[in-house]
């Protein structure tokens, strides 16, 4: 089991910036990819971006340039540092793992969330 606590969520202005960090516990996370997502209320959870254990990153469209996803094995922690934030990236932002050698691609292990809200 790997249990998964989020951080460093809060209120910021337009143009600011947040860094969000997934903590891991129960297993370390050195064979993991791990994932960022977000929800707001009403609407699907959508991918933020996504590291795996090689260190290999995928981003959202909508975050690319300003996101940056990274993790420290030694920590067990995966980090999302978000630069010029948009009222639009307002929701509960959750991190996922998923082991890298199961068959299915699905997201296995998440956290309860933390709230990011971009005020105008």
């Known amino acids: 089991q790997v249990q998964l606590v989020e951080s460093g969520g809060g209120l910021v202005q337009a143009g600011g910036s947040l860094r969000l960090s997934c903590a891991a516990s129960?297993?370390?996370?050195?064979?993991?990819?791990v994932g960022w997502f977000r929800q707001v209320p009403g609407k699907e959870r959508d991918f933020v971006a996504a590291?795996?254990?090689?260190?290999?990153?995928n981003y959202a469209d909508s975050v690319k340039g300003r996101f940056t996803i990274s993790r420290d094995n030694a920590k067990n922690t995966v980090y999302l540092q978000m630069n010029s934030l948009k009222p639009p990236d307002t929701a509960v932002y959750s991190c996922?793992?998923?082991?890298?050698?199961?068959?299915?691609?699905?997201?296995?292990?998440w956290g309860q969330g933390t709230q990011v809200t971009v005020s105008s």
């Open positions: 129960g297993r370390t996370l050195s064979s993991y990819t």
């Open positions: 590291i795996g254990s090689s260190g290999y990153t």
């Open positions: 996922a793992a998923r082991w890298d050698y199961a068959t299915s691609r699905e997201y296995t292990y």
